[in-house]
């Protein structure tokens, strides 16, 4: 191998170490947090999206490799993910405390990681977009709020369906509406909100640099 193979196979083997890092550290606050879950049927249902995501991401990885900006994001909404499946999003401990003191009407733990959902999950969407379909950034920056905008919806209704026909004593304890009939809607749009707000941040990142906010991978 020559000097130039010699280095770029130094570079890919750094810049795997953090996915590594990454995956292992989050294998273990999953294994942590499936230990006794405050419920553990919501806890199966909730972790849906993680039997799906992490095997995905990991057996497409030397297919499509994302940047290690989009692996930290993902692991951090995995992880708040997580937590809110080993409490139930609607009894988080520290979220109680907070509507106790603060004479909250609700929990707001569920709000907060649905619109964590579109804040950190839309960066590596909007990297899908432009790496693996070929979209123009700005395209690709609008095609993610809508997205966003589409899955939050669709989730919202599977997790509806899904709580009434698999267990319908666990439908208010998963669904977390917490007596807000309007909690659906809210959620799918502070997701929105959240992705607005990342790719309006990555675009007037993206000017100042005058280069795309991208690292091919």
Do not use: C
Request: charged fraction near 15%.
């Amino acid at each position: 191998m020559n000097a130039s193979g010699v280095q770029a196979s130094s570079l890919d083997s750094g810049r795997d170490r953090l996915p590594r890092i990454l995956f292992v550290a989050y294998v273990a606050v999953w294994v942590l947090t499936a230990i006794k879950p405050f419920n553990r049927q919501d806890w199966l249902l909730e972790n849906r999206l993680v039997f799906a995501a992490v095997p995905a991401l990991v057996l497409t990885y030397r297919k499509f490799r994302f940047s290690n900006f989009s692996y930290v994001l993902v692991t951090v909404y995995l992880t708040l993910h997580a937590v809110g499946a080993h409490y139930t999003y609607s009894e988080m401990p520290v979220f109680n405390w907070m509507r106790d003191g603060w004479q909250f009407s609700r929990n707001h733990y569920d709000r907060v990681v649905h619109f964590l959902f579109g804040l950190l999950i839309s960066y590596p969407l909007w990297e899908l977009l432009v790496r693996g379909a070929g979209l123009r950034p700005g395209w690709a920056r609008a095609g993610t709020v809508h997205v966003v905008m589409a899955w939050s919806a669709l989730y919202e209704m599977i997790e509806s369906t899904v709580a009434h026909i698999v267990s319908p004593e666990l439908g208010a304890a998963y669904n977390g509406i917490q007596g807000d009939i309007w909690d659906a809607q809210k959620d799918a749009a502070l997701a929105m909100a959240g992705a607005s707000i990342t790719m309006t941040l990555a675009a007037l990142w993206s000017r100042r640099l005058r280069a795309p906010l991208l690292r091919s991978a």
